[in-house]
């Protein structure tokens, strides 16, 4: 794997490269438009390079409604560390056409981390047995006391933050500060250390109430959807340890049920953080109360099992036992840090807490603004969030340490998985994400929503020439790229070391092309590293002239087509070394072509609605087919329903690649109510199930064309009744050409390139020497990342 480019390197390459341009010679237009900002600055500058400004904001009001797309504003940002307490707003016409950039060759840092000096750090045997502050120090594992180190945040007002429930479709809350040592995230106390988990061999289930997923609209009888806040009021899982030492050491964990709070005995605010319900989306909830059974407040997102069982205690000061362990005492206001740090010192360490929970810059209704060359280091929140903005660009970056996502275009609706109404808003047009470095995220990297799918106007935001990695720290489904939307690009961009999915697509007409995927879903099951699904009318997304290499092997793809997503173009792509390169799942019109397939245990495998006896309603029913009838069903526009000029459009616009799409239905009886049972006059079993037009049938699948290379076969579904998609679809997996090792087609993995001259690919049916030339042409590993 290529390694990465060191801080140093890249910012002083990239505040090279800030403009382009030396500083206009003075008395010109731009001169007049071209103000400095430095560490030194005064209030009441001028903002000349001699008489610089002290903060940014400073200098967008020297410039507001001086600048245009003639007369561009240009703001150099001097070397140095400018301490963020506030964000910097960027709103409407007035703030527009202008550039913020470090000056070239120089660093500029905006630091939401507030740095902790070792020399104000003391050894906890150093501290007064009796001083109430440190009440909690009893609580301090004695095996570990010699080697821990504190700091009273309190004393110099840093903020401490608190623990917010947050996990999969619940509403994001800003994350607890985080500790940072030479760049790494540090880790709140847990058991057990590192990666171990407790699961159901330790623990069991003893109460499972309902999940909160059970109360939204297409779970209730009535289809409504339960009030957020009283959501949170539900009651968590009980859980027993099975294993006595386990029993004895979680007794302390919080205090007993009725018992009254003891801050020397017992944890105060220890939290399960971890798998619940399933494998494939986190959760948290509080520990209320330990005695037999460990008792929780929140609910979980889903109904808590054993089977799923996958979590630490985490934010626990009685298991501070392990090097890189820290935990801040917030009761009563203590404001306290214990800190077990590495190698058992703090001294020559540069050791920081994230202090800072909004974004560094905001970008609203503003046009052509360009944020370049800077680095974002430290936020709970979201590190760069643009609303309404139109041709902005976020040029060579290094955002760090952001506990949200990096950069966030547009907004979405919550529970995006689980409530048919899913929208985006305020996304923009034309906004571009370029050359920059986004790591050691809690979230995502970029959130991108633009276009509207009720037309299919395109947003056309691209994200291009970044390296994205260490994201999902904190959060699952918080992908590097979120494509949301309509007409979106992510492309030459190096995304790695993830342990959850690397793209999300909920939309239309994306691009995902010429990106480097390694080392994702690592900690993840039935997952995938491009995800997509529940809704057929998900159409034209097209991932092409990827390299997937190295995906999480626990049962799961490297593209994942779930509940009935449709019209998925992957063509082009090299997949190494995973489970599955593709699932397709009850979806139409999805085409797999032209991929070659390496040490893939199977090129991929399909899941049919008819699985189980044909049941009715489908999986998720209610949320894919109010999906579907809100775009391709003629109405007014309100409810599920499009208008029947919008609905035109999509028939125009799909027409040429989904000949079929005017027939396509949802199977429902004489009354227009969806389909519960299979009858003999309507609803009839072919109808539902057996009509390429029924959305419940995977017709039209296109898989052909795979070069396998020490790769198995498509696995069929085995219990559908003989039926699977290649019963609908009959040239499914055809001309797929195999070999048991690279060489026997002069395939180099290294570079994804085929040697023209000799590779058997030349002769083989269906490819061919055109074919080879416009694979070696098109597939390059060239330009991907930062440049």
Known sequence: MPSRVTSVLLATALATAATGAPPATAGTQKDKLTVYVAPDGKQGATGTKDDPFATVDQARDALAGRTTARDRGLVYIRAGVYQTSSTIKLTGPANSHVTYAAYPGEQAEFAGVTTLSPDRFRKLSDIPADDPKWSSRSRVPASAAAGVYVYDLGAEGIPTGQINKNGFNWQPRPFAPELITDDAAQTLAQYPNGADKLSRTQVTVKEAPKGARDYFSDKTPDGTTMPYEDMLKLPGPVYTALDPALKERSATWAPPAGGSPDNTAYETD?????????????????????GDDVRTTYPTMYIATDKWTSFV?????????????????????????????????????????????????????????????????????????LLDAESCTIDGLEILNVSMDAIAIGEANDAITAVAEYRTSRGGHRNKVVNSRLHDLGGGGVFTAGGDRDSLERGDHVVEHNEIYDFSKLATYTPAGYMYGVGNTFRYNY???????????????????????????????????IYAGRDYTYLNNVIAYNLFRNVGARGNQAVYMDDGMSGMVVRHNFFDTAQHGLFFQSGHSN????????????????????????????????????????????????????????????????????????????????KGQVCTSVGATECTDDYVWSSPDSVYVPSHNVLTRSVSIASGDFAYTKNAGGLSVKTFSPDFDSFNVRKENAAAFAFDPATGKFDARTTALNTADGFGPQWVREWNRNFTLEGIGPR
């Open 270 to 290: 220890g939290w399960l953080a971890g798998y619940f319900g399933n494998n494939y989306a986190n959760d948290r909830v509080r520990i209320a109360s330990v």
């Open 495 to 529: 995304v790695h070391d993830a342990p959850h999915m690397a793209i999300q697509i909920m939309g239309n007409d994306m691009e995902v092309s010429h990106n480097r995927f390694e080392n994702l879903v690592t900690n993840a099951s039935d997952q995938g590293v």
């Open 313 to 385: 205690a985490q934010n626990v000061l009685s298991e501070l036992d392990a090097e890189g362990e820290y935990y801040i005492d917030r009761w009563n206001d203590a404001g306290t840090l214990y800190y077990y740090p590495p190698g058992g010192s703090v001294e020559g360490k540069h050791i920081s807490l994230t202090s800072f929970d909004a974004p560094f810059f905001q970008l609203e209704n503003v046009r052509d603004v360009t944020l370049k060359g800077l680095k974002l280091n430290g936020t709970t929140g979201t590190g760069v969030r």
């Open 591 to 670: 085409v797999a072509s032209d991929n070659v397939f390496k040490d893939i245990t199977y090129i991929g495998h399909d899941k049919l609605y008819h699985e189980g006896g044909k049941k009715l309603p489908v999986a998720n029913a209610k949320v894919v087919v109010e999906r579907f009838n809100d775009m391709l069903k003629v109405g007014d526009g309100t409810g599920f329903t499009n208008t029947r000029a919008n609905v035109e459009k999509w028939y125009r616009h799909y027409g040429r690649q989904y000949p079929n799409i005017r027939k396509w239905y949802v199977p429902v009886d004489s």
